[in-house]
T-cell receptor, first 111, second 114 residues
Framework: DAGITQSPRHKVTETGTPVTLRCHQT?????MYWYRQDPGHGLRLIHY???????DKGEVSDGYSVSRSKTEDFLLTLESATSSQTSVYFC??????????FGNGTRLTVT | AQSVTQLGSHVSVSEGALVLLRCNYS??????LFWYVQYPNQGLQLLLK??????LVKGINGFEAEFKKSETSFHLTKPSAHMSDAAEYFC????????????FGAGTRLFVKA
């Protein structure tokens, strides 16, 4: 178990407000990822990190930013939340040619 | 470019019946292939993986999958469904050359009838 904790587990916010989701891991993994899960789309990669302060965009990165100032923490920020960003967000760790280990998700509702 | 197609967003079987969940992929390089399972309000957990070697891969909970290069398929099977198998299943592909782009299928929700 990679010891992945996501916070908060649930969040309701209003359109236009900034929101930050946190992923914390205890296993010193170099690679970390943020995915969003939506019905009919499976999981889509938002951003990923391959080391402290090393991040890059995934396939659905518009409207999102990330930061990684410590190995154990990977933050996802919605700069100005929109209703289309209502989703379940998952953090994962591990190199992509190995199985990924997932957190339990954050359910975000933007009203 | 890689992609994953899971045929059937919902599959329903009777308890004790064969489970067959279909996955086809496209990849420009030899892929690594994975099946994950997701129970309600949880993250994804690995069921099984194919990297190299034997094309029939056995996983947890009695599941197995066969890598068929000629058909670009990696279908998941289980001989006898249990009620506890009801969950959502995701097929995923990543290139064996490294990189950071694991691509997931849209998922198949499995219902098991008593």
């Amino acid at each position: 178990d990679a010891g992945i904790t996501q916070s908060p587990r649930h969040k309701v916010t209003e359109t236009g407000t900034p929101v930050t989701l946190r992923c914390h891991q205890t296993e010193n993994h170099r690679y970390m990822y943020w995915y969003r899960q939506d019905p009919g789309h499976g999981l889509r990669l938002i951003h990923y990190s391959y080391g402290v302060k090393d991040t890059d965009k995934g396939e659905v990165s518009d409207g999102y930013s990330v930061s990684r100032s410590k190995t154990e923490d990977f933050l996802l920020t919605l700069e100005s939340a929109t209703s289309s960003q209502t989703s379940v967000y998952f953090c994962a760790v591990g190199p992509s040619n190995s199985p990924l280990h997932f957190g339990n998700g954050t359910r975000l509702t933007v009203t | 470019a890689q992609s994953v197609t899971q045929l059937g967003s919902h599959v329903s079987v009777s308890e004790g019946a064969l489970v067959l969940l279909r996955c086809n992929y496209s990849s420009s390089v030899p892929p690594y292939l994975f099946w994950y399972v997701q129970y309600p309000n949880q993250g994804l957990q690995l069921l099984l993986k194919y990297t190299t070697g034997a094309t029939l891969v056995k996983g947890i909970n009695g599941f197995e999958a066969e890598f068929k290069k000629s058909e670009t398929s990696f279908h998941l099977t289980k001989p006898s469904a249990h009620m506890s198998d009801a969950a959502e299943y995701f097929c995923a592909v990543s290139p064996n050359t490294g990189g950071f782009k694991t691509i997931f299928g849209a998922g198949t929700r499995l219902f098991v009838k008593a």
